[in-house]
């Protein structure tokens, strides 16, 4: 079974449409997170969630909305979509009592905005 | 900003020891040095961390100097399959992790 699993693994889609990512994580971790790499291939984060809680929140634009229905589920949903968003989006988690020692990543999903 | 240095790029012969240098020299007391590696189109992969001691476990040795400025992670017998972009990063064990641009490895056959 994976352990970090993301949805889609593609999404293809036009500017100004609103799209959804989702996430799942079957370790019993209490923190997950969302990373975006852009075309440079640089790693950011943009979101972590503690037990449904927002921890970080890394000056993305209120376009972007992370939810956490759970602490094995942070989906990200994106509004008016910007040919800028295109980048794969990956989703991780971690145990925080352990000081994030570990992060687990999903696969990424790429996301092109045409 | 990451607070490491990495070289862009290096070679390693398959079966040959790949050692992956590091430099951190404004490390400080609390800070741990993680690896995390990253396989085309794959999320990146944890590797190993450590504080001051070297470290081994079944992927890789991480050599940290006396001084703590710099670190040397080490693929024992590289493989093909360790292609890959290798992050050497600098972080308080409960802060979030922060990705610099890495040390893109190519093993050569």
């Known amino acids: 079974d994976t352990a970090v699993s993301q949805t889609p693994k593609y999404l293809v889609t036009q500017m100004g449409n609103d799209k959804s990512i989702k996430c799942e994580q079957n370790l019993g971790h209490d923190t997950m997170y969302w990373y975006k790499q852009d075309s440079k291939k640089f790693l950011k984060i943009m979101f972590s969630y503690n037990n449904k809680e927002l921890i970080i929140n890394e000056t993305v634009p209120n376009r972007f909305s992370p939810k956490s229905p759970d602490k094995a589920h942070l989906n990200l949903h994106i509004n008016s979509l910007e040919l800028g968003d295109s980048a794969v989006y990956f989703c991780a988690s971690s145990q925080w009592d352990r000081q994030n020692e570990k992060l687990f990543f999903g696969s990424g999903t790429q996301l092109s905005v045409l | 900003d990451a607070k490491t240095t990495q070289p862009p790029s290096m070679d390693c012969a398959e079966g040959r020891a790949a050692n992956l240098p590091c430099n951190h020299s404004t490390i400080s007391g609390n800070e741990y040095v993680y690896w995390y590696r990253q396989i085309h189109s794959q999320g990146p992969q944890y590797i190993i961390h450590?504080?001051?001691n070297n470290e081994t476990n079944e992927m890789a040795s991480l050599i940290i100097t006396e001084d703590r400025k710099s670190s040397t992670l080490i693929l024992p017998h590289a493989t093909l399959r360790d292609t890959a972009v290798y992050y050497c990063?600098?972080?308080?064990?409960?802060?979030?992790?922060?990705f610099g641009k890495g040390t893109r490895l190519h093993i050569l056959p």
């Open positions: 450590g504080l001051k």
């Open positions: 990063i600098v972080r308080v064990r409960d802060d979030k992790i922060i």
